[in-house]
């Protein structure tokens, strides 16, 4: 199953994900099939290609609690 999820990047201490599309069975740092956005929780700066997400999403991709409400509040979903 496909998944929208966070991947981290970023060194020790200050983090920052890539919003990826990935089987849930990869681990979390593994190879994603496509990279759709970018979220720093430290300066809350973030950056999502809306047109790849929701392509992704009427593929049948679920994303993630946490995805889900990052997307919720930039309006995309």
Sequence with gaps: MLKLRLKRIGRKRSPAYRLVVMENTFRR???PI???GYYNPISKESHFEIEKIQKWLTYGVKPTKTVLMLLKKAEIV
Aim: charged share 65%; hydrophobic share 15%; aromatic share 0%.
């Design 29 to 31: 740092d593994g190879r």
């Design 34 to 36: 496509d990279e759709v």
